[in-house]
């Protein structure tokens, strides 16, 4: 149990489906990432939201789109995916501006796109 | 660009430290260095960090020289289920959570044997 729980752990969907991978943290901290890793690839840092603030990898296509309700929720919406898209999500927290900066991990979402 | 170089791959015979090297040649004066390991198919799990001096905690120890320019992760008995992806990365640990800070890279991929 790493205080971060993101779900659905596995996801099969078609490229013209519409979903969404859920992720919470109860740690109470202040910021939240998506991170994509891709079969033998390193992690790919997607979006931060950071005391209210989104950062994004400007790489990241635009069928995926994140949402962040509250500093305890965050959301990736995904639409019209590509196979190429297939990967594990993976959804961190940490407290930043005082606390010691480390990340914490869910178990991350799976997803396959076919 | 990737801020941390490290090997690929290392084996380490059970019951004996691992070493687990890494440059960061141009790491920043406010950066500290954090190590993660991931094992299969899991999210990355937080192991220590630190900023110039050496840190040891129930998981490992690290050793940072004294030009900041690499670090070395001990695991001073290692086990099977050491056997992981270990990343070493170099962040900010405060307030710093722009997309550049949190580059993972390829990590080294570490087999305990028997």
């Known amino acids: ?114 | 660009d990737a801020k941390t170089t490290q090997p690929p791959s290392m084996d380490c015979a059970e019951g004996r430290a691992a070493n687990l090297p890494c440059n960061h040649s141009t790491i920043s004066g406010n950066e500290y260095v954090y190590w993660y390991r991931q094992i299969h198919s899991q999210g990355p799990q937080y192991i220590i960090h630190g900023l110039k001096n050496n840190e040891t905690n129930e998981m490992a120890s690290l050793i940072i020289t004294e030009d900041r320019k690499s670090s070395t992760l001990i695991l001073p008995h290692a086990t099977l289920r050491d056997t992981a992806v270990y990343y070493c990365i170099v962040r900010v640990a405060r307030g710093g959570t722009g997309a550049n800070n949190l580059f993972f890279g390829t990590g080294t991929r570490l087999t305990v044997i028997p």
């Open chain 1, 1 to 114: 149990e790493t205080g971060v729980t993101q779900t659905p752990r596995h996801l099969v969907m078609g490229m013209t489906n519409k979903k969404s991978l859920k992720c919470e943290q109860h740690l109470g901290h202040n910021a939240m990432y998506w991170y994509k890793q891709s079969a033998k690839k390193p992690l790919e840092l997607m979006f931060v939201y950071s005391l209210e603030e989104r950062v994004e990898n400007n790489s990241v296509p635009s069928r995926f789109s994140p949402e962040c309700p509250n500093s305890s929720h965050l959301f990736l919406h995904l639409h019209t995916l590509q196979p190429e898209d297939s990967a594990l999500y993976l959804c961190a927290s940490s407290q930043e501006g005082g606390g010691t900066g480390e990340l914490f991990f869910g178990e991350g979402s799976r997803l396959t796109v076919l």
